[in-house]
């Protein structure tokens, strides 16, 4: 069974960093890539950054772009997502999520919440 | 980017056939896929690239078009169905529609 589980979110203050974390299992991680998707409260779903299979590759949306930092541990099965510079529009749910032609497997998500 | 257009809100009664449609700014081919989200849960994939039904969803989901046309239609609509609904193209980099509410009457 596919499960994804991400860790490492809650408040942050405006400007600071965030580091969150996917672990994956059930499949063979090396072999996918992955991504970030968000929702912010009452908001509808925004890709964010996708690597691939390898990491040699990375993909971001504008508005992240030079703040935020997709990596991943094909080792230790494991997503990461570094937020640097954080503002208060970055307040949402992150999900990790596989990548094979769409989205397939989602994780449960993480509350990212940047506030004073 | 490419914008994704849905209508916001359906409601329909149980055992009905009902589509929910997404128009794309562009062409993105047969690159579009449809989700299923739940109130306080995570997405789920029901269609891919277009018309491929995800497995284990029911067949009572279908997807269909090309281009920059495209719907999902659920037939039957059963109480469990009451979702938000989401196309997602990948095309290019991938973008939403904002989502179609549906409330099973």
């Known amino acids: 069974e596919v499960q994804l589980v991400e860790s490492g979110g809650g408040l942050v203050q405006p400007g600071r960093s965030m580091k969150l974390s996917c672990a994956a299992s059930?499949?063979?991680?090396?072999?996918?890539?992955m991504a970030w998707v968000r929702q912010a409260p009452t908001k509808g779903l925004e890709w964010v950054a996708t690597?691939?299979?390898?990491?040699?590759?990375?993909y971001y949306r504008d508005s992240v772009k030079g703040r935020f930092t997709i990596s991943r541990d094909n080792a230790k099965s494991t997503l990461y997502l570094q937020m640097n510079s954080l503002r208060s529009e970055d307040t949402a749910t992150y999900y990790c999520?596989?990548?094979?032609?769409?989205?397939?497997?989602w994780g449960q998500g993480v509350m990212v919440t940047v506030s004073s | 980017d490419t914008v994704l257009t849905q209508s916001p809100a359906l409601a329909v009664s149980p055992g009905e056939r009902v589509t929910i449609s997404c128009r794309a700014s562009?062409?993105?081919?047969?690159?579009m896929h449809w989700y299923q989200q739940k109130p306080g849960q995570q997405p789920t994939l029901l269609i891919y690239?277009?018309?491929n039904l995800e497995s284990g969803v029911p067949a009572r989901f279908s997807g269909s078009g090309s281009g920059t046309d495209f719907t999902l239609t659920i037939d039957p609509v059963e109480a469990d169905d009451t979702a938000t609904y989401y196309c997602?193209?990948?095309?290019?980099?991938?973008?939403f529609g904002s989502g179609t509410k549906l409330e099973i009457k």
């Open positions: 059930g499949f063979t991680f090396s072999n996918y890539g």
């Open positions: 690597i691939s299979y390898d990491g040699s590759s990375t």
């Open positions: 997602q193209q990948s095309w290019n980099d991938p973008t």
């Open positions: 999520t596989r990548v094979e032609d769409a989205f397939d497997y």
């Open positions: 562009e062409s993105v081919s047969t690159l």
């Open positions: 690239l277009a018309s």
